[in-house]
């Protein structure tokens, strides 16, 4: 079996290293060589390959860039990826589906978003979970924070405020 990681940002480009270190073959794509929002360069992903890790994606805080990113390929996507013969992806999503809850979240709870990010998240499991026939694991992540994460998100935010704190 051969793995393709579609998205070379934060996320998908720690993995690329921990995978390489552990001397596991993979690929890695970036949003030029494989870009969701252009068909012609899924044409691009290995012909070995059997499991895809979907990385990619936008936290910008633009609806349509959410919508034409996050959701909208999704669907074609998964199709595409099946009509290949790819047999497993593992999607990462959003701790942000759940919304705000005061308490610990977890995959029996409903998901109530509440950010545009977190809808466009959910909206694009939903359509996976609906469309897609082949093996499927959806990850949930919270609060990662790459080094090119900029306000308004959460880690940003909190060192601004323990930055003005000290001040």
Not at 41 to 60: F, I, N, P, R
Request: charged share 25%.
């Amino acid at each position: 079996m051969s793995l393709s990681i579609i998205g070379k940002g934060f996320i998908g480009g720690v993995v690329s290293k921990k995978l390489d270190s552990l001397r596991i073959e993979h690929s890695l794509y970036n949003s030029k060589s494989f870009n969701l929002c252009d068909e012609n360069t899924w044409k691009s992903l290995s012909k070995k390959t059997t499991q895809v890790l979907l990385t990619a994606g936008s936290m910008s805080s633009d609806e349509n860039e959410l919508q034409s990113v996050n959701e909208q390929p999704i669907k074609n996507l998964s199709k595409y990826l099946e009509d290949i013969g790819i047999k497993k992806i593992v999607f990462l999503s959003s701790g942000a589906v759940y919304g705000d809850y005061p308490y610990d979240t977890h995959p029996g709870i409903e998901c109530k978003p509440s950010s545009l990010y977190g809808f466009s998240k959910l909206n694009a499991e939903n359509c996976l979970l609906s469309s897609w026939g082949g093996s499927l694991n959806i990850v949930r992540l919270y609060f990662t924070y790459g080094p090119h994460q900029k306000k308004p998100r959460l880690i940003p935010n909190l060192i601004d405020r323990k930055k003005k704190k000290t001040q």
